[in-house]
Structures are given as C-alpha cells and as structure tokens.
Nanobody, 125 residues
Framework: VQLQASGGGLVQPGGSLRLSCAASGLAFDAYTIGWFRQAPGKEREGVSCISSTIRSTKYADSVKGRFTISRDNAKNMVSLQMNSLKPEDTAVYYC???????????????????WGKGTLVTVSS
C-alpha cells in the first residue's frame, strides 16, 4: 500500500494551496482517508477526514470554512483545498487511510492503518 501526498509549498498568508493524496495497493473505495498535520515542536493533529462513500466529512475547528476535502474514487485520489491560509497552518501534512466499517468519517490517528510521507506547507510573507 502506498499513499503519496503532494502539492505543498510556500504561500503567502491569505493564499491557497491544493494538496493531493494518491493511493495504490488498496481497495480505495473501501477506505476512509484523513489528512493530518504536524508543525515543528507540536503534536500531530487531525485536519480533515472523508468517508469511503464521500457522504461524510469532518474538519478540525481550526480549518472549518477554509479547507475542503474531496475524493475521486475512480482516480484513487483525495484532495484538500486550503484557502485563506494562515501562518499557523504551516506544517507537514500527511494523508492516511483506515478501513471504513461505518460509513461515518472517523479518523483517530492511532487507528489509521496506512500513512503516506508528508508534504510541507509553509505560510509566510
């Protein structure tokens, strides 16, 4: 199983970035996908989560209204559109997968079975 996050970079405050997570080696449409981030000196935190059927999504309070998660099961891809970026969004962003038993977006970090390598997002002027 491979998960590959991409799309990070340097952006000014107020700007936008779109992260992508490409998956292979798993029955993608049976897995819930989550985005997590870890800033320097801080613990990893959940950012957003989307169920296998796309009917359920979840966001951290800190990103609600600014970030949008989506997925294309035909392309084995999950995206995270990040708008109105703030310096505190600076972090390494990771995508991870867990088998979807319930159809409800739930991404407890300790339950995620597969993790990809991260992509760095830097928000700075």
């Amino acid at each position: 199983v491979q998960l590959q996050a991409s799309g990070g970079g340097l952006v000014q405050p107020g700007g936008s970035l779109r992260l992508s997570c490409a998956a292979s080696g798993l029955a993608f449409d049976a897995y819930t996908i989550g985005w997590f981030r870890q800033a320097p000196g801080k613990e990893r935190e959940g950012v957003s989560c989307i169920s296998s059927t796309i009917r359920s999504t979840k966001y951290a309070d800190s990103v609600k209204g600014r970030f949008t998660i989506s997925r294309d099961n035909a392309k084995n891809m999950v995206s995270l559109q990040m708008n109105s970026l703030k310096p505190e969004d600076t972090a390494v962003y990771y995508c991870a997968a867990v088998f979807d038993y319930s159809g409800v977006a739930s991404c407890p970090p300790n339950a995620m079975g597969y993790w990809g390598k991260g992509t760095l997002v830097t928000v700075s002027s």
